[in-house]
């Protein structure tokens, strides 16, 4: 007998080993799915830092299934009737003053022409039950955004799938529940805020670590409170890596470059300081 956990978590290990980085779409710095995260993380993936952590192996099956339900919506929009629709679609923003790519989803055309980015979230229980009901994470409208205006697209449709129910407050969420949102470039998404202007922050946010990395330093740990207006602030004190901390930022849990962050200290520090990847 063996563990089938133990042996598919090595063989994905030595899989993602063998493979390396994911290069950017278009060979930029940057990639637009860093949107919403911190800074210092986005400077750390752009170096090809190398990682202190390793993601557990429930995480990363979990990344599996969303994988699975990417695949299975985008090959049911490439079926449309009246929609001219391509799947994976690289988009270079560097005509922005910035060095940003990425892929986004979908890219759907009517019969009259108007065209819309899709981008497909597979959510968490706890997600679920906290976006559901509202509307969705600013990093999303922000990816979408970004994918839409290097595409000269109209609009963005952001979908969301439940990948689980919550545990103790489903609010009605079920596995496999599906929640979509539909805007254009210019409507408004949160009071005072349309996609664009959640676009150029996002757009902003890019280049102050893309000026960093030019200026060979690692940039500060900023982050945005989700809680307070999405203000900017410094993370002094990373939270332990795959552990709940309620008196850490939450993306310190998720962050495969944790203890690394630890030990540089939360100012800007020389590049060369940094561990990075042997890329053949």
């Known amino acids: 007998m063996f563990d089938v956990t133990a042996e598919w978590y090595d063989y994905k290990v030595k899989q993602e080993e063998e493979i390396g980085p994911k290069p950017t779409a278009a060979g930029t710095l940057l990639r637009c799915s860093d949107a919403g995260s911190c800074e210092r993380q986005r400077a750390f993936n752009a170096i090809n830092a190398k990682p202190t952590e390793r993601r557990s192996s429930e ?12 695949a299975s919506l985008q090959e049911m929009m490439l079926q449309l ?5 391509a799947i994976e679609v ?12 990425g892929h986004c989803d979908a890219v759907m055309t009517n019969s009259e022409g108007k065209c819309m980015v899709v981008e497909i979230k597979t959510m968490s229980g706890y997600g679920a039950v906290r976006h559901f009901t509202s509307e969705p994470k600013r990093e999303h409208v922000a990816q979408a955004g970004m994918y839409a205006l290097g595409l000269d697209a109209d609009g963005i449709l952001i979908v969301y799938v439940a990948k689980e129910a919550a545990y103790r407050k489903s609010a009605g969420v079920r596995p496999g529940e599906v929640m979509q949102w539909y805007y254009e470039l210019d409507e408004e998404v949160y009071p005072g805020e349309s996609v664009r202007d959640v676009v150029q922050m996002e757009l902003h946010r890019f280049s102050r670590v893309q000026r960093s ?12 409170d989700a809680e307070n207006d999405y203000e900017m602030f410094r993370v002094d004190l990373p939270g332990p890596f795959d552990q709940p901390s309620k008196h850490r930022h939450w993306e310190c849990r998720y962050c495969v470059y944790n203890t690394a962050c630890v ?12 561990e990075v990847l042997q890329i053949d």
């Open 59 to 70: 995480t990363m099956l979990a990344f599996e299934l969303g994988n699975a339900i990417h």
């Open 81 to 85: 009737d009246g929609f001219n629709t």
């Open 90 to 101: 690289p988009v270079d923003l560097s005509g922005w003053d910035v060095s940003l790519s």
């Open 213 to 224: 990395i030019e200026q060979n330093q690692l940039p500060e740990p900023l982050v945005q």
């Open 263 to 274: 030990e540089l200290g939360p100012n800007r520090v020389d590049l060369s300081e940094v």
